[in-house]
């Protein structure tokens, strides 16, 4: 079983829409989560960070995350074409006494115009 | 903020050649720092966590002897790939954590290409 999975997509809404981003991890003792962008040929820059259960809103943006679960979402309302990339979800685990973030293998979701 | 800058962001190289690439926190002393590796269309892959004073700690199935990673200050780590290869040609990309805090920040990426 993968650390963290994602459906690698992609992903298409129209300009608009809901898009629902999902992802789950196996590590139990977990403890943050993160969302980031990454475009094509760039690095991956950082849109949102989840601590607790619950939802966390940041402008268009939603996490949520559930422990029990393990698993974490992201949605993004009124989508938009300049959103188009993919979305990778990372987990801070502990690993040999470090603390390393580990990344799903991302969504690529595609908003049309 | 957080600034992680990295260099250089495209390097081409000739097969058997060494590459170092550095990544360096600008605003902020980084204890600790990532380095990845993507390959495309997949996923960024950790390759070593290097803390400052102390030898990497690589992941499984990462060549410590081909990829040297040295942290010899807070604010700057170097990657080194040695006697490259055309299967070494990725995305490399490292990640300075600041101290106190959860966030990673990352730099922007090199590009290697190794012919």
């Known amino acids: 079983q993968k650390e963290v999975e994602q459906n690698s997509g992609p992903l298409s809404v129209p300009e608009g829409a809901i898009a629902s981003l999902n992802c789950t991890y196996s590590?139990?003792?977990?403890?943050?989560f993160f969302w980031y962008r990454q475009y094509s040929g760039k690095s991956p820059e950082l849109i949102m960070s989840?601590?607790?259960?619950g939802d966390k809103e940041d402008g268009r943006f939603t996490a949520q995350l559930n422990k029990a679960s393990q698993y974490v979402s992201l949605l993004i309302r009124d989508s938009q074409p300049s959103d188009s990339a993919t979305y990778l979800c990372a987990v801070s685990t502990m690993n040999t006494g470090f603390q390393k973030l580990v990344f799903g293998t991302g969504t690529r979701l595609l908003v049309s115009p | 903020g957080a600034v992680v800058s990295q260099h250089p962001s495209r390097v081409i190289c000739k097969s058997g050649t060494s590459v170092k690439i550095e990544c360096r926190s600008l605003d902020f002393q980084a204890t600790t720092m990532f380095w990845y590796r993507q390959f495309p269309k997949q996923s960024l892959m950790l390759m070593a966590t290097s803390n400052e004073g102390s030898k990497a700690t690589y992941e499984q199935g990462v060549e410590k002897d081909k990829f040297l990673i040295n942290h010899a200050s807070l604010t700057l780590s170097t990657l080194t790939v040695t006697s490259a290869h055309p299967e070494d040609s990725s995305f490399y990309i490292c990640?300075?954590?600041?101290?106190?805090?959860?966030?990673?920040?990352f730099g922007s990426g090199t590009r290697l290409t190794v012919v």
């Open positions: 989840i601590y607790s259960n």
């Open positions: 590590d139990r003792g977990s403890q943050s």
């Open positions: 990640s300075a954590r600041k101290t106190g805090r959860d966030g990673y920040t």
